[in-house]
């Protein structure tokens, strides 16, 4: 019976830590208006990295650290990439980007998703959303997003790693402005 009792409270135990998680990252997200960060991305073997500040909901300006002075922009319903030589307008919400974006849609996916722990410091979640899945990474002491891994809108493995994060800076409105193409 004892024995019984010791399963019983280790499980809830379990349980209890499990949620608790959850619920910080949850409240941390609810928290966060915006996110300045450093990334690091690799598509299919190729590196590149950049900065960028993120504004919920679903706008986002990227500064690529390249030769062809890459950006990528969205003011909330299309994505711009563009370099020295290129110019692509993609709509928003044909990317897996337009969820990650979605602070209030990684909310909902988290409460229904069960939290795998890596290396004892990494929650991942696993969302899966009509054809597309991703990955979304927060760091297990500070509960702040660090990374998420997807498939493009050409099919190919995307893996963003974030570092030098800080939360709610006031971000200047014209930075989610589309760039004109040249």
Known sequence: MKRFFLILFFF???SNVSASIKDKIIQNLKNTKS???NFEQEINGKKE???CALKYPKKIYCKYNSENQKI???NGKSLV???LNSYYLYSLEKTPLSLIL???YIIDKIKESDEKIIDNKFI???IFDNENEINIFFDKNSSNLIGWQTLDIYQNLSI???SSINKNEDLNKNLFELPTQN
Do not use: R
Request: proline share 0%.
């Open 81 to 83: 990439i563009k370099t």
């Open 102 to 104: 979605n602070k209030n």
């Open 124 to 126: 991942n979640f696993k």
């Open 35 to 37: 996110l300045t960060f």
């Open 72 to 74: 990528l922009v969205s």
């Open 49 to 51: 990295a950049g900065n």
């Open 160 to 162: 963003t790693y974030l």
């Open 12 to 14: 809830f135990s379990i």
